[in-house]
T-cell receptor, first 116, second 117 residues
Framework: EAGVVQSPRYKIIEKKQPVAFWCNPI?????LYWYRQNLGQGPELLIR????????DSQLPKDRFSAERLKGVDSTLKIQPAELGDSAVYLC??????????????FGAGTRLSVL | AQKITQTQPGMFVQEKEAVTLDCTYD???????LFWYKQPSSGEMIFLIY??????QNATEGRYSLNFQKARKSANLVISASQLGDSAMYFC??????????????FGQGTTLQVKP
């Protein structure tokens, strides 16, 4: 079974430029998460989707960040315009809520963003 | 508020020895899940082991076991027979299951483990 796929793996941009990250979850997983991981810290949730609906976006900086999950499968996270403080690793995860309590989130390899 | 604390920024262990990585948590909900993930330098977060708050026995997965002490609110990861490939960052995480089994994970700061040959 293929894992969570993210692209690109690395992205370097200048501040004020736009950037987009793409995520393809594990087949059949209905829940998709975007986390941000700052250097030396654990990941923090940005947004969670149940199918195509964003059910938790309370930590998403909505003035510059946007996300979508059309058709309830792939997802795109966008930043426009990027700021220096957005430099981080952006991780996508997916899970199957039908697994009950033992619902495991599986992560992709992440996109490492550097804003210059 | 929910919180995960990992007090060991870095650990060293000799190859083939066992090592314990500490994790304490704080939550007011009676139902929750505890997870450990491994993050090698490549960046991917790899799921290792899960413990539910109502599980009677400590979880085990191969060389990984979880020392779950509910009264102390601790969920330490034990890696037996360390291998060079175990060198990585290890994260403890908690999900509050009371509200949803798809809720966000709260992560600790992580512990860097280095295995010496």
């Amino acid at each position: 079974e293929a894992g969570v796929v993210q692209s690109p793996r690395y992205k370097i941009i200048e501040k004020k430029q736009p950037v987009a990250f793409w995520c393809n979850p594990i087949s059949g997983h209905n829940t998709l998460y975007w986390y941000r991981q700052n250097l030396g810290q654990g990941p923090e949730l940005l947004i969670r989707y149940e199918n195509e609906e964003a059910v938790d976006d309370s930590q998403l900086p909505k003035d510059r960040f946007s996300a979508e999950r059309l058709k309830g499968v792939d997802s795109t996270l966008k930043i426009q315009p990027a700021e220096l403080g957005d430099s981080a690793v952006y991780l996508c995860a997916s899970s199957n809520r039908d697994r009950g309590f033992k619902n495991i989130q599986y992560f992709g390899a992440g996109t490492r963003l550097s804003v210059l | 508020a929910q919180k995960i604390t990992q007090t060991q920024p870095g650990m060293f262990v000799q190859e083939k020895e066992a090592v314990t990585l500490d994790c304490t948590y704080d939550t007011s909900d009676p139902s929750y899940g505890l997870f450990w993930y491994k993050q090698p330098s490549s960046g991917e977060m790899i799921f290792l082991i899960y413990q539910g708050s109502y599980d009677q026995q400590n979880a085990t997965e191969g060389r990984y076991s979880l020392n779950f002490q509910k009264a102390r609110k601790s969920a330490n990861l034990v890696i037996s027979a360390s291998q060079l490939g175990d060198s990585a960052m290890y994260f403890c995480a908690m999900r509050e299951t009371y509200s949803s089994n798809t809720g966000k994970l709260i992560f600790g700061q992580g512990t860097t483990l280095q295995v010496k040959p």
